[in-house]
């Protein structure tokens, strides 16, 4: 048997491994550009020392809670073609005193339906880089655009509904921004970039024809549009290193409401 830490005003001992986390896994079908989560629960052997639960890949935001004698971890994200296919792992590490680690997994794959108004605009740019995806339950209602004055895009930051995404790429100065109102949407992304390195600009159009122009018109142009009339921008993935945003591609559609999780 293993025991966890004595210091715990409750100790648990338990045979072997700790049990796997339990996932719950959102109800199919799962529609491509819509919002979704996963749910994973570890139990928790010492009330003071609870396991550290983590997402394989991170496609967005997580958050953890503890009660009583479970921890649970929610990972809310936006689905796209990308993801059909793909495995998620949901891992629970526990710490015993002798200052070893015990990690037990769970994983889910990913089976993504396609969506009729849905479309890609594929990725350009250098492509080097840390891989991202925005993710946010509701439409876009915001857009924050980091610059390297005179030079490149360092990065920008998404907000669905009333809560931002988190910052993609170097936040440096003070963003350039765009609030958008009750029932507008983008429906155009445009822009100039380099393929050997940056995106230098970066135009976000709405359905009232309003913009934020941002960056510099140097290089090559690309614009970027849904397929279908009804469709708006849901999510932007691409790659970015530590000095800016190196390639970007949009994905379109019409939102839905999220697709909650169900045990497995």
Known sequence: CLGLHSNCSKLVWYPGLPDAPRLTTPKEPVVEGTPVELGCSAPSYCDTHPPTVTWTPA???????QKKNTVTSTLTFNVSHLHHGNNVSCTAAYYIPSGNKTVTSTRYQLSISSNEYYSYSPALGSGGGTPFVTSGEGSITGVKVWEQPGNHITGFQLRYGTRWDRAVGRVVHAPLRLDLFEGE???????????????????FVTSRGRSLITGVPFETSFNFYPEHAEAELRLLSGRFDSNGITSLGAHWGVFQEATGPSPT
């Open 59 to 65: 496609l967005g935001l997580s958050t953890q809670l």
């Open 185 to 203: 949407t983008i429906t155009q992304v445009s822009g100039k970039y380099r393929s050997a390195n940056y995106i230098y600009q970066l135009i």
